[in-house]
């Protein structure tokens, strides 16, 4: 039987090739080959994954952003009148917002104050309770630790309360009080600086007067040279200056009637006038004087040499008459002896002054002649010695 059924799928089997070579495929043939894909093809696959991939993402996200949460707190029941307030305050954006602060900010105020005046009205009406309850405690215990212990809680309380109080009346009478006192020292200085400085004022303007005065009136020029003499640091010297004396005109004897119409009676032209200027007379600034005696000086400086005054001078307040004695110092320089006199003593009175000696010719000093060959020989024979000892 099995043969038989072999035998009847052979021929079967024969006829399938058969049928393949009639068609012109082999039996490999009969599947597609797969063909290379192009590039355009591999972008349009990999558009349609990233796509996809995208858009799942943006879906993602806006359900993370517009997603109810579940943590929300229940909403409480009832309208809700206050105003919540921010943590963190900063600029306001709008008036709008500022009015609604301001009001907030006023009610919790007036909330404020309502409870310190119950608290101070209660405060009031607790301490005849409290010492009567310590009055019997008192009484029947005896035990200060309570009344202490009531004492600072009491204290502590008043300490609470009196915090947000206004300030009493008599606590702005006496600040008005401080303050008008501070103001009225503030004008009692401000007066006293004002009466100092005119006082001030009118000295510099004596001061100054008085400089000019003494400035434009005789004798102006020997102020004005001590003034600036004492101002440089130096020691004031007084002025010297020599002593006038003034002729004193007498008045004409009087005229008898005959010799006044004698002389006037005489032709001459009365309307013409010479024309002239007035001649003002300058007051010297030199003292005549002459060595009082012959004097050796050497080539130091410093060495004394007498003068004789040969007319009066007026130093200072303190008159000097004629031949007196005044000692200066000399100083030889080249041909020619400086003297200084720095000082003048009379009748037990000492004046710092300062004289320079000058010649007839109006030169500085009294000329000496062969004090330089003097010096070179000096100089020569101090040479010598300086050589002969090295």
Known sequence: MENLKNQERQPANAATPEKAEEKGQTPKQGKKEARPLTPEEMLKRKKMLVYPLFFLVFLGAMWLIF?????????????????????????????????????????????????????????????????????????????????????????????????????????????????????????????ERKARENSEEQLRLMEKSYEMAARYMPGGGETKQVAVSSSTGKTPVCPVTQVTERVVSLLAAPLSDEEFARQYGKPRNMGFHTVGTVRSRTERNGIRACVYRTVTVSGSDGQEVGLRLLEPVQAGELYIPANTILTGTAKISGERMEITVSSIAFQGTILPVELDAYDTRGMKGIEVRGSQELTAVKEMAANMGSAIYN
């Open 67 to 191: 997603a109810p949460s579940d943590s929300d707190e229940p909403l409480r029941e009832g309208f809700n009148v206050d105003v919540p307030m921010p943590e963190d305050k900063g600029l306001l954006s709008d008036k709008k917002t500022a009015y609604e602060q301001s009001a907030f900010e006023k009610k919790q105020k007036e909330k404020m104050n309502t409870l310190q005046n119950l608290a101070v009205s209660l405060e009031q009406e607790e301490p005849a309770a409290d010492e009567v309850f310590l009055t019997e405690e008192d009484t029947d215990n005896g035990s200060p630790s309570i009344r202490s212990s009531a004492n600072a809680y009491q204290d502590i309380n008043r300490q609470l309360g009196s915090f947000y109080e206004t300030r009493p009346a008599e606590d702005d009478q006496k600040t008005l009080e401080l303050e008008w006192r501070i103001q009225e020292l503030e004008r009692q200085a401000e007066e």
